[in-house]
C-alpha cells in the first residue's frame, strides 16, 4: 500500500506540473494580448531608429540570462509577495494605460518592466524576484529612456572626437588645424557632427557590456574594468574613425568621405567596441571548478508540509494576474477613444475678426510635419492700420502615437518659452507660452497654446495629462493646437507687437470655441 500511495503522489505531482504549464501559457498570452500595441510599436520604433536597431536583441539576452539562471531559480521556494506584488503590478498597467491614451511612448513602454516585476513579485515573491532582477531590468536598454543623457553628452563627445582625431592626424604627418569641432586640413574642412560624435553607438556597447560580463565574468572589479574598458576604447575608436575620414579625403583615396562600403560610418564605434569587449571578456575570465548543482528536494506531504495547497496559491495568483492583463488588453485594444468632429469645419472660419481682414496662406510644412492634423488653417490677418498677425490653427480629431500634439518635434517649441498671462475678460484671464526668435533677421513673437475641449493649457505636460483623463473618462482624445505670431511686416517696437497680438487673441478665443469641440 505505500508502494501505491507513492505512485499516487508521483502522479499527483506531475498532474501538478501540467497546471503549473497550462498557468504559465495562459498568464504568457494574457501578458501578449495586453501588451500587444506596446510590443508592435516598440518593433517599428527599433526598425526606424538608427540609435536604437539594437532592441530587438534585448529581450533575446534577457530570455538567455533568466535560462542561464535556471538552476538557482528552481531552487527558490515561491513565497508571493502579495501586497507589494500586486500593488506593483497594478501600477504597471495603470501606467500603460495612461501612456497608451496619452501617447506618451515611453511611458508606455516603461510599464513593460513594472508590470513584470509586479507579476514577479506577486506570482513567485522576493528572493525569486532578487535573483531574477538583472535580466529584468536589462530590459530598460530596450526602451527610448537614454535620450536625454545622450543630447547632454553630445557636444563633449564631439569637442572629445574632433580632438582625437585632430591629434593621430598630426602624429601621421597631416597638418591640421582644429577649431572646436571643425578640422581644417589643406585641402578639406571636416565637421565632427552631432550624429558622429559617437555616443549614440556607445549606448549599443554598454547594451552588450552589461550582460557579456555578468555572464563571463565572477568577480565586480572584473567586470567594471571590462565595461569600462569597452566604452573607453570605443570612444577612442571614433577619434580614429573620423582621423581615417580625413586621411582618405586629403589623400584623395575615396570619392565618398566614408569610404567603400560606408565603413567607416559611426557603426564602426560598436564593432571595435564589440570586439575589445569579447577580447577582454577572455583575458579577464577566470577558470572556476564546476559546482554541482544541488538536488531540489522533493517534500513528502507526510513530513507536515501540504505543498498541493501551496501549489493551489500560486496558481490562483497565476490567474489573476491574467485575468488582469486580459482585462487591459480588450480595453486598450478594443476600445479606442472615438475621433471628435469639428463643431463648424474650419473652411467656415470668418475672414473678418474685429477690425482684422484676412488672407490664407500657405501651411507652414514644419507645422504640417509635427502636429499630422486632421484640419488646419493658415492666415494672415491685417488691419487698415496696417497691424499684421499670422494665425494657425491644427486640430486633431483623435491622438494616438505618433499623431499627437504634445509629442518630441514639437518640443523645440516649448524650449526657451516663456509663459505670458492675458486678461480675456476683467473676469477671465488665460495662460499661454510666448517664444522669441528670429526671421530673415527680423524679431518675431509667437504664442501658443493648446485648447483641450475648451480648456486653454500651455503645459505640454498637463496637457498630456488632460489627453490621457478625458480618454479614460470620456473616450476622446481629440485637441487643438493655436499658434499667434507677429513680426516681419509689423512696424514698432516689441511691446507695440505683443499688445497687437494680445488684443487679436482677445477677440479670437470666443470666435474658436463656435468652432472647436
Same mark, same amino acid.
Given at each position: 500500500?505505500?508502494?501505491?500511495?507513492?505512485?499516487?503522489?508521483?502522479?499527483?505531482?506531475?498532474?501538478?506540473?501540467?497546471?503549473?504549464?497550462?498557468?504559465?501559457?495562459?498568464?504568457?498570452?494574457?501578458?501578449?494580448?495586453?501588451?500587444?500595441?506596446?510590443?508592435?510599436?516598440?518593433?517599428?520604433?527599433?526598425?526606424?531608429?538608427?540609435?536604437?536597431?539594437?532592441? +530587438?536583441?534585448? $529581450?533575446?539576452?534577457?530570455?538567455?540570462?533568466?535560462?542561464?539562471?535556471?538552476?538557482?531559480?528552481?531552487?527558490?521556494?515561491?513565497?508571493?509577495?502579495?501586497?507589494?506584488?500586486?500593488?506593483?503590478?497594478?501600477?504597471?498597467?495603470?501606467? /500603460?494605460?495612461?501612456?497608451?491614451?496619452?501617447?506618451?511612448?515611453?511611458?508606455? !513602454?516603461?510599464?513593460?518592466?513594472?508590470?513584470?516585476?509586479?507579476? @514577479?513579485?506577486?506570482?513567485?515573491?522576493?528572493?525569486?524576484?532578487?535573483? !531574477?532582477?538583472?535580466?529584468? *531590468?536589462?530590459?530598460?536598454?530596450?526602451?527610448?529612456?537614454?535620450?536625454?543623457?545622450?543630447?547632454?553628452?553630445? %557636444?563633449? +563627445?564631439?569637442?572629445?572626437?574632433?580632438?582625437?582625431?585632430? &591629434?593621430?592626424?598630426?602624429?601621421?604627418?597631416?597638418?591640421? /588645424?582644429?577649431?572646436?569641432?571643425?578640422?581644417?586640413? $589643406?585641402?578639406?574642412?571636416?565637421? @565632427?557632427?552631432?550624429?558622429?560624435?559617437?555616443?549614440?553607438?556607445?549606448?549599443?556597447?554598454?547594451?552588450?557590456?552589461?550582460?557579456?560580463?555578468?555572464?563571463?565574468?565572477?568577480?565586480?572589479?572584473?567586470?567594471?574594468?571590462?565595461?569600462?574598458?569597452?566604452?573607453?576604447?570605443?570612444? +577612442?575608436?571614433?577619434?580614429?574613425?573620423?582621423?581615417?575620414?580625413?586621411?582618405?579625403?586629403?589623400?584623395?583615396?575615396?570619392?565618398?568621405?566614408?569610404?567603400?562600403?560606408?565603413?567607416?560610418?559611426?557603426?564602426?564605434?560598436?564593432?571595435?567596441?564589440?570586439?575589445?569587449?569579447?577580447?577582454?571578456?577572455?583575458?579577464?575570465?577566470?577558470?572556476?571548478?564546476?559546482?554541482?548543482?544541488?538536488?531540489?528536494?522533493?517534500?513528502?506531504?507526510?513530513?507536515?508540509?501540504?505543498?498541493?495547497?501551496?501549489?493551489?496559491?500560486?496558481?490562483?495568483?497565476?490567474?489573476?494576474?491574467?485575468?488582469?492583463?486580459?482585462?487591459?488588453?480588450?480595453?486598450?485594444?478594443? %476600445?479606442?477613444?472615438?475621433?471628435?468632429?469639428?463643431?463648424?469645419?474650419? =473652411?467656415?472660419?470668418? /475672414?473678418?475678426?474685429?477690425?482684422? =481682414?484676412?488672407?490664407?496662406?500657405?501651411?507652414?510644412?514644419?507645422?504640417?510635419?509635427? %502636429?499630422? $492634423?486632421?484640419?488646419?488653417?493658415?492666415?494672415?490677418?491685417?488691419?487698415? !492700420?496696417?497691424?499684421?498677425?499670422?494665425?494657425?490653427?491644427?486640430?486633431?480629431?483623435? &491622438?494616438?502615437?505618433?499623431?499627437?500634439?504634445?509629442?518630441?518635434?514639437?518640443?523645440?517649441?516649448?524650449?526657451?518659452?516663456?509663459? &505670458?498671462?492675458?486678461?480675456?475678460?476683467?473676469?477671465?484671464?488665460?495662460?499661454?507660452?510666448?517664444?522669441?526668435?528670429?526671421?530673415?533677421?527680423?524679431?518675431?513673437?509667437?504664442?501658443?497654446?493648446?485648447?483641450?475641449?475648451?480648456?486653454?493649457?500651455?503645459?505640454? /505636460?498637463?496637457?498630456?495629462? &488632460?489627453?490621457?483623463? !478625458? *480618454?479614460?473618462?470620456?473616450?476622446?482624445?481629440?485637441?487643438?493646437?493655436?499658434?499667434?505670431?507677429?513680426?516681419?511686416?509689423?512696424?514698432?517696437?516689441?511691446?507695440?507687437?505683443?499688445?497687437?497680438?494680445?488684443?487679436?487673441?482677445?477677440?479670437?478665443?470666443?470666435?474658436?470655441?463656435?468652432?472647436?469641440?
Amino acid at each position: 500500500m505505500e508502494y501505491t500511495h507513492g505512485n499516487q503522489d508521483v502522479i499527483n505531482l506531475n498532474h501538478t506540473d501540467k497546471k503549473h504549464l497550462i498557468a504559465g501559457i495562459v498568464l504568457l498570452g494574457a501578458f501578449l494580448c495586453c501588451y500587444f500595441q506596446a510590443f508592435s510599436e516598440l518593433i517599428f520604433f527599433w526598425k526606424d531608429s538608427y540609435v536604437y536597431s539594437y532592441g +530587438f536583441l534585448i $529581450p533575446l539576452i534577457s530570455i538567455y540570462l533568466l535560462w542561464l539562471n535556471r538552476e538557482k531559480l528552481k531552487r527558490i521556494d515561491p513565497v508571493p509577495s502579495y501586497t507589494a506584488g500586486f500593488l506593483l503590478f497594478t501600477a504597471g498597467l495603470l501606467i /500603460y494605460i495612461f501612456g497608451n491614451r496619452s501617447g506618451v511612448f515611453v511611458v508606455q !513602454s516603461l510599464s513593460i518592466i513594472i508590470t513584470i516585476s509586479g507579476i @514577479v513579485l506577486f506570482v513567485f515573491g522576493k528572493k525569486f524576484f532578487l535573483a !531574477s532582477l538583472f535580466p529584468i *531590468a536589462y530590459l530598460l536598454f530596450m526602451i527610448p529612456l537614454w535620450d536625454s543623457l545622450t543630447e547632454r553628452l553630445q %557636444f563633449p +563627445f564631439q569637442i572629445f572626437t574632433a580632438f582625437t582625431a585632430s &591629434q593621430l592626424l598630426n602624429l601621421s604627418g597631416i597638418p591640421v /588645424y582644429r577649431h572646436t569641432v571643425f578640422l581644417d586640413l $589643406p585641402n578639406i574642412t571636416l565637421k @565632427v557632427a552631432t550624429v558622429c560624435s559617437g555616443i549614440n553607438n556607445l549606448i549599443a556597447v554598454c547594451a552588450i557590456a552589461l550582460p557579456l560580463a555578468h555572464i563571463s565574468l565572477k568577480s565586480w572589479p572584473r567586470r567594471i574594468i571590462l565595461v569600462s574598458a569597452g566604452i573607453i576604447i570605443a570612444a +577612442f575608436s571614433n577619434g580614429l574613425r573620423v582621423a581615417m575620414i580625413g586621411l582618405f579625403a586629403y589623400k584623395g583615396i575615396f570619392a565618398t568621405l566614408h569610404g567603400p562600403g560606408h565603413i567607416l560610418q559611426a557603426m564602426f564605434v560598436s564593432f571595435v567596441g564589440f570586439i575589445v569587449l569579447f577580447i577582454g571578456a577572455w583575458i579577464l575570465s577566470e577558470k572556476h571548478p564546476k559546482i554541482a548543482a544541488s538536488s531540489v528536494s522533493n517534500r513528502n506531504p507526510a513530513e507536515g508540509i501540504d505543498t498541493r495547497d501551496h501549489i493551489r496559491i500560486k496558481n490562483h495568483s497565476l490567474y489573476l494576474t491574467a485575468g488582469l492583463l486580459f482585462t487591459v488588453g480588450i480595453y486598450i485594444n478594443f %476600445f479606442s477613444p472615438s475621433p471628435v468632429p469639428l463643431k463648424t469645419d474650419l =473652411k467656415f472660419f470668418p /475672414y473678418e475678426i474685429g477690425p482684422y =481682414k484676412g488672407a490664407d496662406v500657405a501651411t507652414d510644412h514644419t507645422l504640417s510635419d509635427m %502636429f499630422d $492634423p486632421d484640419s488646419t488653417l493658415s492666415r494672415v490677418y491685417r488691419t487698415d !492700420s496696417g497691424r499684421e498677425v499670422n494665425l494657425y490653427i491644427g486640430y486633431l480629431e483623435s &491622438q494616438a502615437q505618433g499623431k499627437e500634439l504634445v509629442n518630441y518635434k514639437s518640443a523645440k517649441f516649448h524650449n526657451g518659452a516663456s509663459r &505670458q498671462t492675458i486678461a480675456i475678460t476683467p473676469e477671465k484671464t488665460i495662460e499661454i507660452n510666448e517664444v522669441l526668435s528670429q526671421k530673415d533677421g527680423t524679431p518675431r513673437i509667437t504664442y501658443f497654446w493648446y485648447d483641450l475641449n475648451g480648456s486653454i493649457i500651455a503645459d505640454r /505636460y498637463y496637457a498630456k495629462v &488632460q489627453t490621457a483623463l !478625458s *480618454a479614460i473618462t470620456k473616450s476622446r482624445t481629440n485637441g487643438t493646437v493655436v499658434m499667434v505670431s507677429a513680426g516681419g511686416n509689423n512696424t514698432g517696437d516689441g511691446q507695440n507687437v505683443s499688445k497687437d497680438m494680445e488684443d487679436f487673441i482677445r477677440i479670437l478665443i470666443p470666435v474658436l470655441h463656435s468652432y472647436l469641440p
